[in-house]
């Protein structure tokens, strides 16, 4: 596969280190919950629950043996059509995260 | 220069840099360059482009080397890069670069981190397409990239028509070297 | 013998000679020549063995569809099994061997299985040989496996080299038929970069096998000056020998590019083959078209074989397969065969034509509504027999009989993608899918034009459309005159008449009836069809006969053939070479070695090395006397403990961390916290997964207000640096926060013992007395004059304990400096054993204990974990399942008896309980000898540990069936109180 | 009609005219008692069971395609039982056990055949883990044997001793470990269930799961609406697509694996056997060709094809393991889709829906894991409680931190 990294260009998937669904980015923030146990829902499903799309997935590629920027790779499960690649950090501000 | 007892061996375990002729290349060990990663500190771009252009430093764009006349750089990573000088002056890089940038960038030595062959030689394309995916056809001289050469995330960075040097990890020296040496013999 | 079977004409070089050996003897042939044309000029037919039945086989082709030319090429380390004789290129010296028979090709006593065939009807296996049961191991599979398989390993290494690399173009073209040659003009005169590919040592595809023209040449000739004026253009890459394999995502195309396999052995240095991945942003299938036979009864003799190749061997290679040769067809390709051979003056005994309407050839005796019924011949082809539409039989006399059932488009690449073929009522045939690979198109035979003009035209049209695609000027390029006849085709797939058997794909004897079978036990998909009846599975994948099947099925079962499908199209398009696929990448190369500074001095010591990771670590440094390495590593450990040793431990990951929100960093990726942390100091850190499992831990230390640097485990080096990349990217994209690795900048030894301080006194500038320099304090430092160093206070191995860094280039330096200055101390360097052993003493976890399975709790470093900040792993480390107050806790284990060695990974049992999953109490995890307490020791997991100190248990290891009496102990075995390290 | 030698002589005998079809193809009834989605080894198993040992009857398998056309047509034969922690390993041999009874049971013979699997380890931390796991499958009632370098060798002289970047040290045996014929285990099981009265229902896709009332009613098809009062979803790598219908995210992605078949070749290699330093396990099959695999391709996929990197990495290791095997050749290579869980074992559990269970999560071991997560599933269907030995195999095991994770690596599917 090549991801057109948005920073360099065409790059061949085996430079990526893959992690999995960019939800991953939607981290909670521990100290935000009423109770242990409503935080622990909260990150069982934010850990390990996937939607798992037989289609359009946004997900997270690291370029490990590139310019380690992490990317949120759109791409077609099915066909593996690549249709958008983008720095994570770009997504991360933009779901409003911070520090 | 430091004045210490210590003598350095190269990545190579020699006293002084290897050499190998091959067919129309050379590939040799380099061990004249000092190096230091340079990071823009958050929101200390703009900032961080004024000193290094005031200091000599190019802060070339991604998957581009730059040379001005003590400083050469290249790109490493968004608001990175690495800076190359020579190494009989500037032994100690960080010494001398930070006193430039202050807080706003972080700098750390790289000299070490790493084992730079240079290349040198006609039709390297025809070795490099034995080693990595860099499309040496489509890439001239001030080019630079990570590339992955026998399973090691090495730069490329294309110093001049004929000349490129690969900078792997220091560790893997002999492996990086071994690589180079049968890429050649296969394609020559 | 003398090329007997030689004729005029053809692309061979007559004038140089080649020897060869064919099951030991000896034959001639030419440049030019495949090992099986020149087989056949020396009127060798008989070139293997089937699968099965033990079937005496010739060659039905001349390319890599081939199903039974198959044989043992090269002799010793070199031989290569399962190599089809009808692309092996002829080279001086070669030497074949027939395979899968024995004791000779002609007498083959597997044949026996060729008379039982009643009993080996398809899936007989899956209905017997199950009583008894232990029988199946013991008696039938043995037998079964013997029988099995076609060529041999010689069980010896390989001793060629391989090479991989990299190749990029605008247009890939693959084939270099008409239709590809046109496509690379074209593309190639527009400045393009191309890359036109085939598997043939000679281009030019079907024109090298056929007299058809193009303009005012030969189709040959044509080729050949193609051929050169491509090789003129700078930006066109020609790659004859070199077979597309398959298509990659995204326009990457696996090829294998056969070097030197035309060599008796490669030349030195240079690789046998190359496996290359091919970047293209356009490409172009051009791969031709695969002759597709007719089943009858007996069809499977030597001298039967596709109409085509018999034109390919005549036209090409100057062979007359017989000299009295008949054509069975249903279609007007199969005629040229007749008309080809009868003009190279080979006796045509009659074309047998299924098909009743046409026109008659002249000259030759064209038999209409014709089939054949029946061959004869036990090792080749004596005669056949046909039925003539009236209905009479008749016998003729022939040695090579032509079949030809029409064209399949080799389609398979752009099926590689499970795009679904297309069916092409016009040829009777599959086409390439509409969703195929995205940027690829077909064009020729491929595409299913199959006329020699349809191959240009589509050619050029193609690789203009992929100029457009590719933003590049369109070139429109003069197509030369050339046939662009109809194939005329009346689908007949097999003669119905008869009850012996009719082979449809032959290597693994899979017939009509068997696909009648298939049908009758309700095996009708095609999947099924192909596993049950091993159809289309034999080493040519099917290409002469999975379409032949699936149309006979689609017959019994009164589907239509696209009804029926196709079976998958799968890489790669012909069988390639392990070595070709593992590259450089074995023995020693498998993976890169990482050496450590002092590797070189340690040598030198004739240090014993351990592969840590891909690092080699020294593992002891053996002195003159000592004879076993346990004789080392105690001396290594008490002359530490007693005075002062020296490790290298560069392989730590090192981890610089710089920038204003640096320590709020640490403290979300690390349990503990950081940001309290005064600059020159150091604090040991417990990294968590996001599940609160134990990751990694570590030192970090503050170098300055906004400088740290972090050490991770040898092995979570890269893991934890992508950890913490991914923490700052996408979870924290906004702290100010650079990170670089920093393990190989610094060469990094552990200086412990007593002595440690005295030593390095000697060799760092600055004060680093106690007062100066105190436990847990860490500084930039110069040593010996002025090199800039670093320097921690920190230890492992529970000794009062420096870590000093310098610049790697000086770590050979360094060592050598550090054990001078440890001479009047009798320092030792030790190694990853000593190591071990010191920190098994101490209680300090390692990889063996950091399983990825554990928890903080288990290593008893539980209220490391802050719960008043968020941290990465702190939430869900409180869940139920890892907070179990019966849980694993770590513990320290000593023989009762000192003199019995413990193992690990050996299972604590209580006293007097039985060897079961129930009374599974927990694991030995690392065990070291200590000579400080005279005895094997351990760190283990206890079930409900900590109520356990004290008491005695089994450690029992029942894979060796022992077990030795333990006492549970506290796992700081030496020092607990920390005394000496603060020393 | 029952399968013998005897027969298999007759039938040879009188030109096969007897042989029956080995299952039928009915038409879809309006409603069962036991809808079965899924005609793979695990849904096929499952019925099987369901109907033999469960005694049910008016039970389906809905099957999208062709019957054994999932994994158990994909895969590379392995059986085993060769686990370490306690929530797998007394399942996995109760899986074994059933293998070694199975084709007796289901009167078809597909091949079980216990050669021995090798698991090679290179370093002293691979050993000591062996042997902890070694001891473990003892404890559970299975078979372990640690191997020095010499039995190894004695066994398998022809890997590379001499010359390796990472030496073999010994390895973790199992002699019985072994293959099977993996589509005649789909084919044993389908016609058992056929002739115990099982509507084997081909090309026929589950598109909707309906429910009123948070019970199961049944399942829209391509073929139609067909009532259930218990449905079974065992369709792994389709999984999540399927149980979307119900709105349930599962703990699981789905990833390509990819395997390879060599040309076939005389016998070399006798039993299974994996390799420590790389990723890459190898068997021969009794045709002869060299079955073998290694990692996944490690990017979510449902498109049952991989690429490059992954084929290279495979005959990286298998050239390094066995350098004999540069010239054989590479014959083919397929991809199948995996779940893959995020603790690298499965599932086996009721739903929030009433009447609707699943069984999946099983990465890429689940063909060894066949007759038993048929015959547990079929358990948890027809009595409401998971047999003994899947309870560990629970949808909260996440939530409640009972992970069972074999290889330590959390909660990142494509490491597993």
């Known amino acids: 596969m090549i991801i057109n990294h948005p920073l360099l260009g065409p790059r061949d998937a085996q430079e990526f280190t893959y992690l999995g669904d960019a939800a991953l980015i939607d981290r909670p923030d521990a100290l935000s919950f009423p109770s242990t146990e409503a935080a622990l829902d909260a990150f069982h499903d934010y850990l390990y629950l996937r939607d798992n799309p037989a289609g359009e997935h946004r997900e997270l590629w690291f370029h490990e043996q590139g310019d380690r920027s992490w990317l949120v790779v759109t791409r077609n499960t099915v066909t593996h059509e690549i249709t958008k690649v983008e720095l994570a950090r770009d997504v991360a501000r933009a779901k409003g995260r911070s520090k | 220069m430091a004045d210490h007892r210590l003598k350095p061996i190269t990545p190579l375990g020699h006293d002084v840099p290897h050499s190998v002729t091959l067919g129309p290349v050379t590939i040799t060990e380099v061990v004249d360059t000092a190096l230091a990663s340079l990071a823009a500190r958050m929101g200390e771009g703009k900032a961080v482009a004024d000193i290094a252009d005031a200091a000599g430093i190019p802060l070339p764009p991604p998957g581009k080397a730059a040379k001005a006349a003590t400083y050469a750089t290249f790109w490493l990573s968004p608001d990175m890069w690495m800076v190359e000088a020579p190494f009989a002056t500037h032994e100690d890089i960080v010494a001398i670069l930070k006193p430039h940038f202050g807080e706003t960038a972080s700098i750390t030595e790289q000299t070490d981190a790493w084992a730079r062959f240079d290349v040198t030689g006609a039709d390297l394309p025809a070795m490099f397409e034995r080693l990595c995916n860099f499309d040496l056809r489509a890439h001239g001289p001030g080019s630079a990239t990570r590339t992955v050469i026998e399973h090691l995330g090495c730069y490329v960075v294309i110093r001049a028509e004929g000349h490129l040097s690969v900078i792997g990890p220091r560790s893997s020296a002999a492996s990086v070297f071994h690589a180079l040496e049968t890429a050649a013999r296969s394609a020559f | 013998m003398t090329q007997e079977n030689r004729i005029n004409g053809g692309q061979i070089d007559r004038t140089k000679t080649l020897r060869f050996t064919f099951d030991g003897h000896p034959y001639t042939g030419h440049p030019g020549d495949t090992l099986a044309s020149a087989l056949l000029a020396n009127g060798v037919r008989l070139m293997g063995r089937s699968f099965k039945y033990h079937r005496p086989r010739g060659p039905i082709s001349a ?6 030319a198959i044989v043992e090429l090269r002799t010793g380390a070199r031989q290569e099994p399962n190599t089809r004789a009808t692309v092996a290129e002829l080279f001086d010296g070669l030497e074949a061997n027939s395979q899968n028979r024995f004791p000779s090709l002609k007498f ?47 069980r010896e290494e390989d001793p060629d080299q391989y090479d991989k690399g990299f190749l990029h173009c605008d247009i890939l073209i693959i084939g270099a038929g008409p239709a590809g040659l046109m496509a690379a003009l074209t593309a190639g005169r527009a400045g393009a970069r191309v890359i036109l590919a085939d598997e043939d040592f000679r281009m030019g595809g079907r024109l090298n096998a056929e007299t058809l023209t193009i303009g005012n040449h030969s189709g040959a000739d044509w080729a050949e000056d193609t051929v050169r004026t491509l090789a003129q253009m700078p930006n066109v890459r020609l790659m004859p020998r070199t077979t597309v394999l398959g298509a990659m995502d995204h326009g990457i195309y696996s090829a294998v590019e056969r070097v030197s396999d035309h060599l008796p052995v490669p030349a030195p240095g240079k690789p046998r083959q190359i496996l290359w991945r091919i970047y293209s942003r356009q490409a172009i299938l051009a791969g031709g078209a695969t002759e597709r036979p007719i089943a009858f009864e007996n069809n499977d003799r030597p001298g039967i074989m596709l109409a085509g190749a018999l034109r390919t061997y005549a036209n090409r290679y100057a062979v007359a397969v017989g000299d009295r040769v008949a054509v069975f067809t249903n279609n007007d390709d199969g005629l040229r065969t007749a008309t080809d051979l009868q003009a190279k003056g080979i006796d045509i005994a009659a074309v047998i034509d299924t098909r009743q309407e046409g026109d008659l050839l002249p000259g030759i005796r064209h038999l209409k509504g014709a089939q054949v019924i029946d061959t004869a011949g036990k090792l080749g082809l004596k005669s056949i027999t046909i039925r003539h539409a009236n209905g009479r039989s008749e016998t003729l006399s022939v040695n090579a009989l032509g079949v030809s059932g029409g064209w399949n488009p080799n389609l398979n690449i752009a099926s590689h993608h499970r795009g679904r073929p297309v069916w092409n009522d016009a040829i009777h045939a599959f086409t390439p899918p509409t969703d195929g690979p995205r940027n690829l198109t077909a064009a020729g035979a491929a595409a299913g034009a199959l006329s020699t003009h349809a191959a240009l035209s589509t050619g050029a049209a193609q690789a203009n459309a992929a100029l457009e695609a590719l933003g590049l000027k369109t070139h429109t390029a003069d197509i030369p005159k050339a046939e662009d006849a109809p194939l005329n085709l009346t689908p007949f797939w097999y003669v119905h008449e008869g009850k012996g058997r009719a082979w449809i794909d032959q290597q693994n004897d899979v017939t009509v ?61 012909t069988p390639v070479a392990m070595g070709a696929l593992g590259g450089r990448s074995r023995g020693h190369d498998f993976k890169p070695t990482r050496l450590t500074p002092s590797h070189k001095w340690a040598s030198e010591q004739g240090a014993i090395f351990v592969e840590v990771g891909m690092w080699l670590r020294a593992q002891w440094f053996p002195k ?57 100091k150091v604090r040991y850190g417990l990294m968590l997964r996001e599940d609160g499992i134990v990751m990694d831990d570590g030192t970090t230390a503050r170098l300055g207000e906004n400088e740290w640097v972090t050490t991770t485990t040898t092995a979570n080096a890269v893991p934890v640096f992508r950890h913490m990349e991914y923490v700052r990217q996408c979870l924290y994209p906004d702290m100010d926060v650079q990170l670089i690795s920093t393990t190989e900048a610094w060469a990094q030894f552990s200086v412990a013992g007593p002595n440690a301080r005295k030593l390095l006194q000697k060799v760092v500038d600055q004060d680093i007395s106690d007062a100066a320099f105190p436990y847990m304090a860490c500084a930039n430092i110069t040593v010996c004059g002025g090199l800039r160093a670093r320097l921690f206070r920190i230890s492992f191995s529970g000794e009062l304990a420096y870590e000093i860094a310098v610049p790697t280039r000086y770590g050979d330096a360094m060592i050598r400096e550090l054990m001078k200055a440890g001479e009047d101390f009798g320092a030792v360097a030790y190694g990853t054993e000593s190591l071990g052993v010191m920190r098994v003493e101490k209680g300090h976890v390692a990889g063996n204990e950091l399983n990825g399975q554990t928890t903080a709790l288990n290593m008893g470093l539980g209220k490391m974990v802050s719960k008043k900040k968020d941290s990465i792993g702190m939430v869900l480390s409180q869940r139920e399942g890892l907070t179990d107050e019966k849980g694993l806790r770590i513990v320290g284990v000593k023989p009762v008896d000192p003199s019995q060695p413990l193992t690990a990974g050996s299972h604590f049992l209580d006293k007097g309980a039985a060897a079961t999953a129930a009374n599974d109490g927990g694991w030995l995890t690392s065990v070291v000898y200590s000579p400080h307490l005279g005895c094997s020791i351990a760190l283990g997991y206890l079930k409900n540990g900590s109520a356990g100190i004290g008491d005695r248990m089994r450690a029992v290891n029942l894979l060796a069936k022992t077990e030795v009496e333990v006492e549970i102990v506290s796992p700081h075995f030496f020092d607990p109180e920390g005394e000496r390290l603060r020393g | 009609m029952r399968y013998s030698g005897f027969r298999v002589i007759a039938e040879a005998l009188t030109g096969h005219k007897g042989w029956k079809p080995a299952w039928r193809d009915p038409e879809p009834q309006a409603s069962y008692d036991y809808i079965i989605v899924g005609g793979g080894g695990h849904g096929l198993a499952t019925a099987y069971y369901l109907a033999k040992e469960f005694k049910q009857a008016r039970i389906a398998v809905l099957e999208k395609g062709y019957l054994g056309g999932g994994n158990v047509g994909r895969n590379t034969t392995i059986i085993r039982s060769n686990y370490l922690l306690d929530g797998n390993e007394p399942f996995y041999e109760f899986s074994l056990k059933l293998w070694e009874g199975l084709e007796q049971d289901f009167n078809y013979n597909a091949m079980v055949s216990q050669r021995g699997i090798i698991n090679l380890y290179h370093t002293d931390a691979q050993r000591d883990a062996y042997t902890r796991r070694g001891n473990a499958m003892i404890l559970h009632g299975a078979d372990a044997e640690l191997l020095n370098r010499d039995q190894v060798r004695a066994m398998y002289p022809f890997l590379n001793f001499d010359n390796a970047r990472f030496p073999i040290k010994g390895a973790l045996m199992q002699r019985r470990g072994g293959t099977v014929r993996h589509d005649a285990v789909a084919w044993g099981y389908a016609r058992g269930a056929d002739q115990r009265g099982v509507d084997l229902i081909q090309n026929c896709e589950v598109i909707g799961i309906r429910t009123e009332g948070g019970r199961v009613t049944g399942v829209e098809t391509t073929r139609g609406f067909i009532g259930a009062k218990k449905v079974g979803v065992a369709v792994a790598g389709s999984s999540s697509k399927v149980m979307s219908h119900v ?23 006798d039993g299974v056997m994996t390799y420590g330093a790389g990723h890459f396990y190898v068997s021969q099959s009794d045709k002869g060709g060299l079955v073998f695999g290694g990692d996944i391709d490690g990017y979510n996929s449902y498109a049952q094809r991989g690429n490059m990197p992954v084929v290279e990495d495979v005959a990286e290791g298998g050239m390094s ?27 086996i559990d009721r739903t929030h829906i009433d009447g609707l269970y699943f069984n999946g999560g099983w990465c890429y071991g689940g063909f060894k894991a066949t007759p038993a997560s048929g015959w547990c599933f079929a358990h948890l269907l027809a009595t409401d409680k998971p047999h003994p030995t899947a309870t560990a195999y629970r949808f909260d095991r996440f939530r409640k931190g009972l992970m069972i994770d074999e290889k330590g690596q959390g909660a990142q599917p494509n490491l597993h």
């Open chain 4, 321 to 347: 393991l066995m350098p004999m095997i540069g010239r054989a050749r590479l014959l083919r290579s397929w991809g199948g889709i995996m779940d893959m869980s995020m603790d690298g074992s499965p599932i």
């Open chain 4, 247 to 269: 709105n349930m995210r599962l703990p699981m992605e789905s990833h390509v694996l990819q395997a390879f078949v060599s040309e076939g070749l005389k016998p070399l290699i």
């Open chain 3, 513 to 573: 009836k068997d696909v009648k079978l298939a049908k009758q036990e309700n095996f009708t998909s095609v999947e099924h069809l192909k596993r049950y009846t091993t159809l289309g599975m034999a080493t040519d994948q099917g290409k002469t006969s999975n379409v032949t099947g699936l149309a006979i099925m689609a017959e019994l079962t009164g589907r239509t053939i696209p009804q029926t499908g196709t079976t998958i199209y799968r890489p790669p398009y």
């Open chain 3, 624 to 680: 003159p006397g000592e004879t076993t390495w346990r004789q080392s590593v105690d001396r290594e450990v008490l002359q530490t403990r007693a005075s002062v040793g020296i490790c290298d431990v560069t392989t730590l990951g090192k981890i610089d961390i710089q920038g204003r929100d640096a320590g709020a960093f640490l403290d979300r990726v690390y349990a503990n916290t950081f940001s309290t942390l005064p600059v020159g």
């Open chain 3, 63 to 68: 390319g890599s569809e081939e199903p039974n």
């Open chain 3, 108 to 154: 083959d006593l597997m044949g026996i299985n060729d008379r039982l065939s009643p009993f080996f009807a398809a899936g007989f296996y899956y209905k017997t040989f199950m009583w008894p049961a232990s029988f199946w191991e013991k008696i039938y599979e043995p037998i079964i496996r013997r029988a099995a398989g076609l060529g041999s390993l010689t």
